[in-house]
């Protein structure tokens, strides 16, 4: 066995591993490079943590296999000011709104997901951590043909 078919091996176990846990999860613990650990324990997360999980470990066989799956793109904007000049008045507000405060406390975030319901889940994340005070306090959604206009950096 090469190192390509191990890595695949490999890669199928832990996708499998994933999908048959996603009833019997009690908690998923994520161990920061810092040492210290933190858990997810909603049902729905958990799942949706999983599933991320594997679909990840699908698109990596999917990548050594030669095969290329349909890509999901979202653009978020980060940042009180920026997405209130943008909401309020789409891609002239914002791009005024960059004009006249130099170099705001804003940012933009582009992801690729291999599925509609991964970037679903992202965005899902996303609303979940809203109301804590640790994660950015205001965001929105982009339109791509939007991103293209926008003057940022």
Not at 12 to 21: A, H, I, L
Request: proline residues 2%.
């Amino acid at each position: 066995m090469n190192d390509t078919e191990k890595k695949i091996a490999n890669l199928k176990k832990c996708r499998d591993d994933y999908m048959g846990k996603l009833d019997d999860c009690e908690v998923v613990i994520f161990q920061w490079r810092d040492g210290t650990k933190s858990g997810i324990g909603n049902p729905e997360m958990k799942k949706k943590v999983l599933l991320f999980c594997a679909d990840e470990a699908q698109r990596q066989i999917d990548e050594l296999e030669g095969r290329r799956q349909e890509s999901y793109h979202v653009a978020v904007l980060f940042g009180e000011g920026a997405v209130q000049a943008y909401e309020q008045d789409g891609v002239d507000g914002f791009n005024e709104f960059i004009d006249e405060t130099g170099f705001p406390d804003y940012e933009i975030r582009e992801k690729d997901f291999n599925s509609e319901e991964l970037m679903k889940a992202y965005l899902d994340g996303l609303n979940e951590f809203a109301g804590d005070e640790r994660a950015p306090g205001n965001w929105c959604i982009v339109d791509n043909d939007d991103l293209k206009k926008m003057n940022y950096e």
